[in-house]
């Protein structure tokens, strides 16, 4: 049985401006909540349904545990199918971007992309691809967004994300810089040699003229058909498949 | 002005009953209006704010137009934020698939993608690489709920869909078929030739049990990190991407 203030505080994270006051943010799913467990997240609370119970793992002694019922749960969840446990996590203190961190890999960066799905989509095929690191522009969408965090299946843990405003960051970059462009070398032709950053833009937008000038190698993904554009997470998905290939 | 049975008949028109029912889809939005009307859609009606009339192209005569209100647009459209044009299009009478449309190009058949989003980022991207047709299993998402023609952004009439019963499709297909699993040839090594039908299966389970039998050569995008499974359409995206390279 949760309190009016339990379930009103709840409710409150589904907004980023109470996210970001209170450092908390709401992960749903059995199968998220293994994911950040043993990860270097901490957990604050977990809320779940009677039924889930015995699906719990074996949790540290100072996470808070609830057991809710239908009606409470579909209060606090931020789906509208509600998936038999949430829990909250604390936000980790944000991670200063070192730049040796991109030597020897490949990295993502995300110059405005506003769609939380993308964002959270983009995270997941990172994940896939063994890319470590996202940076951000202070204008992409909240991590913590609800449907971020769902989009990204658990992977979160296994990704270092950092905000940051690029135009301090990016003369600091030493590994090549790619752009993805409508204009540019095709992929297909392209070396990605075995490290550098990949720079997607806002979904309307593309990138934006202040990081464009910080490109050093604009690639494009050849259009046979008449699409004006693709979607920037599959963009994301066949530059990383790309930038793979040789290094597997 | 609408009058209430007008705007209670276009609400209904965002079930898939009533789509079903009177053979009517909703497109919203000005970049969506002039991909359809140069296509084979027949538009059956078009409902505008005043500040947009001008933006409206030259429309064959019987082509009925509504100037609306703010209030009546908010009503009628699927959208959070409305995009000032809705119009109503007619649903083309279903094609039968010819099974010899799959030959000399690449094609793709979705069985089972539950997720609107999913199915309409798909639709985009297979238009960005030139695909020309889709089969989807009967259990497929409706290509005409407003969040698939949203995803298509624009791209559906440049596309032909096939709904059919697979197990009476597949016996039927010349072309190599390929099945996206998570065990197979991976997708670098694999020479796709110059046709083929790919398989993408549902978001959670996968391809199922009576199509999976069809796959005469089972494919993969090789794992380098930690991600149970990418996004379906992220999938198509790469395989599209894998399978165009070296057409073009």
């Known amino acids: 049985m949760l309190s009016k203030s339990q379930i009103s505080f709840i409710k409150s994270l589904h907004q980023k401006k109470y996210r970001k006051e209170n450092g908390i943010f709401i992960i749903e799913g059995i199968k998220s909540l293994v994911e950040f467990i043993p990860s270097n997240y901490q957990l604050h609370s977990i809320y779940y349904l009677a039924e889930y119970k015995s699906l719990l793992p074996t949790l540290p002694s100072n996470i808070k545990l609830f057991e809710v019922n239908n009606a409470e749960l ?18 980790p203190k944000p991670i200063p971007l070192k730049p040796e961190v991109l030597q020897n890999c490949f990295s993502l960066l995300l110059d405005g992309v506003q769609d939380p799905g ?22 992409t969408a909240d991590v913590y967004n609800p449907k971020t965090i769902q989009a990204t299946m658990g992977s979160l843990p296994r990704v270092n994300m950092y905000y940051e405003d690029l135009a301090l960051i990016l003369p600091q970059i030493s590994v090549p810089v790619y752009g993805a462009l409508l204009e540019g070398e095709s992929i297909y032709k392209t070396s990605f040699g075995s490290e550098g ?50 290094i597997i």
Not at 230 to 238: D, E, H, K, Q, Y
């Open 118 to 139: 993308n964002l959270g989509t983009i995270i997941r095929t990172a994940d896939w691809f063994g890319f470590k690191n996202i940076i951000c522009s202070l204008n």
């Open 74 to 91: 579909d209060k606090i969840s931020t789906l509208q199918a509600p998936q038999g446990i949430l829990a909250l996590v604390n936000q």
């Open 197 to 246: 950053l990949l720079i997607l833009g806002n979904e309307g937008q593309g990138i934006s003229a202040e990081v464009i000038n910080f490109i050093e190698h604009p690639v494009t993904i050849p259009r046979i058909g008449k699409a004006e554009s693709l979607n920037v997470a599959i963009s994301a998905g066949i530059f990383c498949s790309e930038m793979s290939r040789n």
